[in-house]
């Protein structure tokens, strides 16, 4: 397979290794952008891997609960431009569409885009979209939604940079009382802040962990070729905890901590002495707006070339 110079950026930007270093592991990997990841974090080379999906999209993140606090709903609706998603109409479609995702009972957005509206009578959901794209004259995109319900407790919220970043913490607890609400929010700060990927470890597949060991051995073994089994395994055990400690919510350093050492576990644990409360982070979502969306690049200087036929 032919390696291109756009592969070669494209591994460069998700890993941060040099440009040579990418080229070869492409080449040695036949083009695999996933083993060629592999390869460079195997042979040490990778200084981090980036999340593979640039966020590019505009739109807005809109969080909504329930009165009772018992149930609540995020919601991500795109634009093309930031300029649309600061406009008081799409702003007001947003919040409409937040509504009838909190109470609807379609489980996916295509369910969701085919039901009834309930602010548009008439139309369905997708037709309601099109005629805001009419009227707002930008491309516009409902593209998912979550509802989480908690009756043994109850469902925090965070909305971040004006609609940029919507999160929910899924609270279950026998005490409901500002300093346990304040603790929540707290948590649903942390998540919005540094982006874990599950709440606790029970969430992280066994498979994602002996792929990493794998990985991590390899990798061990070319840095201290002379090490015993017992050594290497350390070392790797070691990474593993260090990554788990940054993709799982509750084993985060809290970023409030006073100490700068205390774990989101451990300051809820605390919350929850001091409240007599049992408390359980169940679980969280967190929705950044146009993450995964990978935005087409603009090349003034070759388009206006381009129509001057150089």
Do not use: W
Not at 76 to 83: C, G, K, R, S
Not at 256 to 274: H, I, L, P
Request: aromatic share 6%; with cysteine.
């Amino acid at each position: 397979m032919a390696i291109t110079a756009a592969m070669v950026k494209e591994l460069r930007e998700m890993t941060g290794a040099g440009m040579m270093d990418c080229k070869k592991a492409l080449t040695q990997t036949d083009g695999n952008m996933d083993a060629a990841i592999e390869y460079l974090r195997e042979n040490g080379l990778a200084k981090a891997v980036k999340k593979a999906g640039r966020i590019a999209a505009e739109g807005l993140c809109k969080v909504l609960v329930s009165d009772d606090k018992k149930k609540a709903v995020v919601v991500e609706v795109n634009a093309e431009t930031d300029f649309v998603a600061k406009n008081e109409k799409f702003q007001n479609f947003v919040e409409k569409v937040a509504g009838q995702a909190l109470e609807t009972s379609a489980s996916d957005i295509e369910a969701f885009l085919a039901e009834p509206c309930k602010f548009d009578e008439g139309k369905t959901m997708q037709e309601a979209l099109a005629g805001q794209i009419a009227i707002i004259g930008e491309n516009m995109n409902i593209r998912r939604f979550q509802q989480v319900k908690e009756d043994n407790g109850f469902v925090a919220s965070y909305t971040h940079m004006g609609g940029k970043i919507g999160v929910l913490i899924d609270v279950e607890t026998d005490v409901v009382n500002d300093a346990v609400m304040e603790m929540a929010k707290n948590v649903a700060m942390q998540a919005a802040a540094l982006k874990p990927l599950y709440t606790n470890r029970d969430e992280v597949d066994q498979s994602y962990i002996d792929k990493e060991k794998e990985i991590l051995t390899t990798q061990a073994k070319l840095e201290k070729p002379d090490a015993n089994d017992k050594i290497i395994n350390g070392m790797v055990m070691g990474r593993i905890n260090k990554e788990l400690k940054e993709i799982c919510l509750l084993d985060q350093v809290y970023v409030k901590a006073e100490d700068g050492k205390q774990a989101v576990g451990k300051y809820v644990e605390e919350v929850a002495k001091a409240n007599s409360a049992k408390i359980n982070i169940k679980g969280f979502v967190r929705y950044e707006t146009g993450e995964g969306i990978e935005k087409k690049e603009e090349d003034f200087a070759a388009e206006v070339a381009a129509q001057m036929g150089k």
